[in-house]
């Protein structure tokens, strides 16, 4: 019982340090809605922030020049995201802000490029290692129904329940291994998604609460955001996953090559 509770410590501990770019993330969102900073609004200052931390974390060696490059690709990718569905009415952000784009603060891109940060660390804290990966054949057009469906179901069907049957069939038998203290863990591939984006819909009830977006039933007053999100936030986390160890696996591959 002691030592399942040592490690049990050991593990939070790990996560909380690979957690680093949200929780500052988080802080700043607090910070700046209970304070009003000087000379910028809100979301500017937000991003200055984001921008600092990410510079930070770079230079001090916590994360390296080829995750700041997969960070950025999420930059992106969450970007194009916040446009479509700002655009719409998915959700919005109400206040004003010089680095705001068609209703969309340039800092909203960070808030999916800490997921990918958190993924980096967490891979290099805890050893992480898969087994049973699928070949990429199946990999990349999976992930790109995914990300893509969040777009379509607007205009076609919804599939996501396909989707997510879809990744339970293929990464059914994928063990993820972890390191801890010493000790290696495994863990189904699947159940790490599940949890991975339970926690992020925890996460989101506490960005929304913070005021970094509002989803249309929370304009009047604050609300806990439905749990039907944990869906999305799971296809999420899984395109999110998958393009980390995508390139991590490619990355290994070529430099044993070399």
């Given at each position: 019982?002691?030592?399942?509770?040592?490690?049990?410590?050991?593990?939070?501990?790990?996560?909380?340090?690979?957690?680093?770019?949200?929780?500052?993330?988080?802080?700043?969102?607090?910070?700046?809605?209970?304070?009003?900073?000087?000379?910028?609004?809100?979301?500017?200052?937000?991003?200055?922030?984001?921008?600092?931390?990410?510079?930070?974390?770079?230079?001090?060696?916590l994360?390296?020049?080829?995750?700041?490059?997969?960070?950025?690709?999420?930059?992106?990718?969450?970007?194009?995201?916040?446009?479509?569905?700002?655009?719409?009415?998915?959700?919005?952000?109400?206040?004003?802000?010089?680095?705001?784009?068609?209703?969309?603060?340039?800092?909203?891109?960070f808030?999916?490029?800490?997921?990918?940060?958190?993924?980096?660390?967490?891979?290099?804290r805890?050893?992480?290692?898969?087994?049973?990966?699928?070949?990429?054949?199946?990999?990349?057009?999976?992930?790109?129904?995914?990300?893509?469906?969040?777009?379509?179901?607007?205009?076609?069907?919804d599939?996501?329940?396909?989707?997510?049957?879809?990744?339970?069939?293929?990464?059914?038998?994928?063990?993820?291994?972890?390191?801890v203290?010493?000790?290696?863990?495994?863990?189904?591939?699947?159940?790490?998604?599940?949890?991975?984006?339970?926690?992020?819909?925890?996460?989101?009830?506490?960005?929304?609460?913070?005021?970094?977006?509002?989803?249309?039933?929370?304009?009047?007053?604050?609300?806990?955001?439905?749990?039907?999100?944990?869906s999305?936030?799971?296809?999420?986390?899984?395109?999110?996953?998958?393009?980390?160890?995508?390139?991590?696996?490619?990355?290994?591959?070529?430099?044993?090559?070399?």
């Amino acid at each position: 019982m002691k030592q399942a509770i040592i490690q049990l410590w050991h593990f939070g501990w790990m996560q909380a340090k690979a957690c680093i770019f949200p929780v500052i993330i988080f802080a700043t969102l607090a910070l700046t809605q209970w304070i009003e900073l000087p000379f910028l609004p809100r979301y500017d200052w937000i991003l200055l922030i984001c921008l600092a931390v990410q510079v930070g974390m770079v230079y001090s060696g916590l994360e390296s020049r080829d995750e700041l490059k997969v960070i950025t690709l999420f930059h992106l990718i969450g970007l194009a995201l916040e446009l479509f569905k700002v655009h719409m009415g998915s959700w919005s952000y109400p206040n004003e802000g010089y680095t705001k784009f068609f209703g969309v603060p340039l800092y909203s891109g960070f808030m999916y490029a800490s997921v990918a940060s958190y993924l980096c660390q967490a891979w290099n804290r805890m050893n992480v290692q898969l087994l049973k990966w699928p070949p990429y054949y199946v990999v990349v057009p999976l992930t790109a129904a995914i990300y893509l469906n969040f777009f379509w179901h607007h205009f076609w069907l919804d599939i996501r329940w396909i989707l997510s049957t879809a990744v339970l069939i293929v990464f059914w038998k994928t063990i993820v291994t972890y390191r801890v203290n010493g000790i290696r863990y495994r863990m189904p591939l699947t159940l790490s998604f599940f949890l991975i984006g339970f926690f992020i819909w925890i996460a989101e009830n506490i960005a929304t609460y913070f005021g970094a977006w509002q989803y249309p039933d929370q304009v009047d007053a604050w609300s806990l955001v439905h749990l039907g999100k944990v869906s999305s936030w799971l296809l999420l986390v899984i395109v999110s996953f998958l393009i980390v160890a995508t390139l991590k696996r490619v990355k290994h591959t070529l430099q044993h090559e070399t």
